[in-house]
């Protein structure tokens, strides 16, 4: 009985009592705990690049990576830019101005590094973003009128935007006006600002400086979308087009189908992407495709002559002014113009003679014309017009010697028919048949 009488003492005696008087330990609640590890989580702040005109591709890219960015629960998305405005239609660029605005994830723009800008459509869409940065060397401006509807976005830049319309601001004067909070010298330097963007102070080489605990992700345009992208921009456009079309026509004057041919295709084709985004003349694609069939006649006939002139005014005439609204830098220019001066008034002409040419009219200017022999010619050999060899054949039954004086009386398919120039069987300036 009295064992029995001990154990219900025992049994009724408090945790902490049979723990010789230490506390009880409490069991950790896991929903606790996940709310303390998610009030001190520092998250990540999502980095996407723009660069360039902002087309199709661009405009998507943005979309998407607010969406993913919505979805991630990133802290902010960050627009790296650099463009010189926008080539999509004032609809859609209100949408992606709509989307922006809308948008659950803070969005920040900075523009840089130096030698950046943002520009026309582009300036816009920077006003809907805070904040705001700008590097030394990098500007904002030339907004024009404004696209997006005033009474649903208001004021671009609000006091400050009358400054932008038709000039550009560097970041110096983007301080004063209060378009940036302050100054934004580097990406990172951008990012530490940010809010919410949490860090720790660190000491290095005895100077103390900040240390990021927000991750930091950077999102690019995919492969494919980059190639089209780069594709779109005038120079590249204007140059592939160039390109192209000097190919194709070298293809012409040669035999067979060879690397020439297909890559002046390719060239073509990729340009006519560039050619349906941008905004380009349509007289001056006109004049374009003018001068390269004066350059094509000269060519046929060896030398240049009245079209390789109207080739080259049309030519110069339709780069200066070949897109609206938008210029091709003059490096581009002045390469394209010696490029295009070299090939078809010097090297084209050389190569059709020097590669036999093809049978096409236009060359009886050649009849009567002296050359040399190189090698004897029984009844056939080589023999020099003008410096450009040409296959030959001898009219009469007497070989014509090694450097040797000859006329040519004929031209048949690609072979000049050729007489001694001394001790010819007959002047063909007198024949009447």
Do not use: K
Not at 113 to 136: E, K, M
Not at 232 to 244: Q, R
Not at 399 to 407: N, Y
């Amino acid at each position: 009985m009295l064992l029995l009488a001990l154990a219900a003492i025992v049994g009724t005696v408090p945790a902490a009592a049979q723990t010789d008087g230490e506390p009880e330990t409490e069991v950790p609640d896991a929903d606790a705990n996940a709310d303390a590890d998610e009030s001190t989580d520092p998250g990540f702040v999502t980095v996407i690049e723009v660069n360039g005109l902002i087309d199709d591709i661009l405009v998507d890219f943005i979309v998407t990576s607010i969406d993913e960015a919505e979805e991630s629960g990133a802290r902010y998305l960050v627009i790296h830019l650099d463009s010189p405005g926008a080539v999509v239609s004032d609809d859609d660029l209100v949408e992606l101005a709509r989307r922006m605005q809308d948008a659950e994830v803070p969005i920040a723009t900075w523009i840089g590094p130096s030698g950046a800008r943002a520009l026309g459509g582009a300036a816009q869409l920077v006003a809907l973003t805070d904040p705001v940065g700008v590097s030394i060397g990098a500007r904002i401006g030339r907004t024009g009128e404004s696209i997006l509807p005033q009474d649903e976005f208001g004021p671009l830049f609000g006091d400050a935007g009358r400054f932008l319309v038709d000039d550009t601001v560097g970041h110096e004067r983007v301080l004063e006006l209060g378009i940036a909070p302050e100054e934004a010298l580097t990406l990172g330097l951008f990012a530490l600002s940010l809010p919410g963007f949490e860090s720790t102070e660190v000491v290095q080489d005895g100077e103390p400086s900040r240390e990021p605990l927000t991750v930091v992700r950077f999102s690019q345009l995919d492969l494919p979308s980059e190639i089209f992208h780069t594709v779109a921009s005038p120079e590249v456009t204007y140059l592939l087009l160039v390109i192209g079309l000097s190919l194709l026509i070298f293809e012409l004057y040669t035999a067979g189908v060879g690397i020439a041919g297909m890559v002046g295709a390719a060239s073509v084709v990729l340009s006519s992407y560039g050619l349906w985004v941008l905004p380009v003349q349509p007289f001056a694609l006109v004049l374009i495709f003018v001068a390269f069939f004066g350059f094509t006649v000269d060519v046929q006939t060896g030398v240049p002559r009245v079209w390789s002139a109207i080739g080259g005014v049309c030519f110069v005439a339709a780069s200066l002014l070949f897109f609206d609204g938008l210029s091709i830098s003059w490096i581009t220019l002045a390469i394209s113009f010696v490029g295009v001066a070299l090939t078809f008034i010097a090297g084209m002409p050389a190569m059709v003679r020097t590669r036999f040419s093809t049978p096409t009219i236009g060359r009886e200017w050649m009849i009567g014309e002296s050359g040399v022999a190189r090698g004897e010619v029984s009844p056939d050999g080589i023999v020099f017009v003008r410096d450009a060899p040409w296959r030959a054949r001898t009219n009469r039954a007497t070989p014509i010697a090694d450097g040797e004086s000859i006329r040519v009386v004929d031209i048949e398919g690609l072979v000049l028919e050729v007489e001694p120039v001394d001790g010819a069987a007959r002047d063909y300036r007198d024949r009447e048949h």
